[in-house]
Nanobody, 115 residues
Framework: QVQLVESGGGLVQPGGSLRLSCAAS????????MGWYRQAPGGERELVAS???????YYVGSAKGRFTISRDKTNNTLFLQMDNLKPEDTAVYYC?????????WGQGTQVTVSS
């Protein structure tokens, strides 16, 4: 079993920055993919960025050039550094771990970009 706990969300003004963290614990195997997803009100959950044991970071859409995904191997923590935030980035952000055909999700953390 795997547990994922996100933190770091909050309210920020347009152009500001936030750093999300996802602490992973439990049985994590040698082949995995971890990612950040987001879900805006009334919208579907969508991939923002991912990283895996066998390839480097991957970004989707507007995350390119503004967000940076990284992982601290020492304590199995996933990060998402978000810069130049825009109101359209407002959403609940979820951490995901996929391994051995199973998806694990965190509880989500709210990010609100507003002046």
């Amino acid at each position: 079993q795997v547990q994922l706990v996100e933190s770091g969300g909050g309210l920020v003004q347009p152009g500001g920055s936030l750093r999300l963290s996802c602490a992973a614990s439990g049985s994590i195997f040698s082949i995995w993919t971890m990612g950040w997803y987001r879900q805006a009100p009334g919208g579907e959950r969508e991939l923002v960025a991912s990283i895996s044991s066998h390839r480097g970071p991957y970004y989707v859409g507007s995350a390119k050039g503004r967000f940076t995904i990284s992982r601290d191997k020492t304590n199995n923590t996933l990060f998402l550094q978000m810069d130049n935030l825009k109101p359209e980035d407002t959403a609940v952000y979820y951490c995901n771990l996929a391994q051995r055909l199973t998806d694990y999700w965190g509880q989500g953390t709210q990010v609100t970009v507003s002046s």
